[in-house]
């Protein structure tokens, strides 16, 4: 058990049958009544997100979820294939439960799976991610980086906003949390 005034984000813990990721949290100390926890909370089952108040002090269940780091192999039909680096045992997960994640696979890739007692919760993705630019309009002569932005699709299929001077074939690093681009790889 964890008590609430403990919050970080990005920490799992089980609610009403559910298992849930932090995704913000705020301590409340209201001039009048008790203090409170006001969190926004990720369904880690669903995608859902919540946001749900507690007691200040309230006890809630931690939840022990294991990464798994796993290897992306490829899609079949709705199913997407992962394979265990260690064991070499594969996972199947479908297209619904990794739909934002799927922006960012790519064949071959190192990710970790998220598992809670042998069941798969989902992907967690690295901070930032290395795709290619397969469309975007020239860059024009005289174009800086302080300039403006063009649109650009990278070979995942995301749509991006990238600085005028890139060009198709450039190799961009992406940050996975804010599907945005960072810089030239």
Same mark, same amino acid.
């Given at each position: 058990?964890?008590?609430? *005034?403990?919050?970080?984000?990005?920490? =799992?813990?089980?609610?009403?049958?559910?298992?849930?990721?932090?995704?913000?949290?705020?301590?409340?100390?209201?001039?009048?009544?008790?203090?409170?926890?006001?969190s926004k909370l990720?369904?880690?089952?669903?995608?859902?997100? $919540?946001?749900? =108040?507690?007691?200040?002090?309230?006890?809630?269940?931690?939840?022990?979820?294991? *990464?798994?780091?796993?290897?992306?192999?490829?899609?079949?039909?709705? $199913?997407?294939?992962?394979?265990?680096?260690?064991?070499?045992?594969?996972?199947?997960?479908?297209?619904?439960?990794?739909?934002?994640?799927l922006k960012f696979?790519?064949?071959?890739?190192?990710?970790?799976?998220?598992?809670?007692?042998?069941?798969?919760?989902?992907?967690?993705?690295?901070n930032t991610v290395?795709?290619?630019?397969?469309?975007?309009?020239?860059?024009?002569?005289?174009?800086?980086?302080?300039?403006?932005?063009?649109?650009?699709?990278?070979?995942?299929?995301?749509?991006?906003?990238?600085?005028?001077?890139?060009?198709?074939?450039?190799?961009?690093?992406? *940050?996975?949390?804010?599907?945005?681009?960072?810089?030239?790889?």
């Open positions: 058990m964890i008590s609430v *005034n403990d919050f970080k984000t990005g920490l =799992t813990i089980e609610v009403d049958g559910g298992l849930w990721r932090v995704l913000d949290f705020q301590h409340v100390k209201p001039g009048k009544g008790a203090a409170f926890v006001r990720r369904n880690l089952r669903n995608g859902a997100i $919540q946001e749900k =108040t507690f007691r200040a002090g309230e006890k809630v269940e931690k939840a022990q979820i294991d *990464n798994r780091k796993m290897q992306y192999l490829y899609a079949s039909g709705d $199913q997407h294939v992962f394979m265990d680096m260690e064991s070499y045992e594969q996972v199947e997960l479908p297209a619904a439960n990794i739909e934002y994640e696979l790519k064949e071959n890739m190192e990710v970790h799976i998220m598992m809670f007692n042998y069941e798969t919760l989902g992907v967690e993705l690295p290395v795709l290619e630019v397969t469309e975007t309009e020239p860059g024009i002569k005289g174009d800086t980086s302080s300039g403006g932005t063009k649109s650009a699709t990278l070979e995942t299929g995301l749509h991006v906003q990238v600085p005028f001077f890139i060009n198709q074939g450039d190799k961009l690093i992406i *940050n996975t949390t804010e599907a945005a681009y960072v810089s030239r790889a």
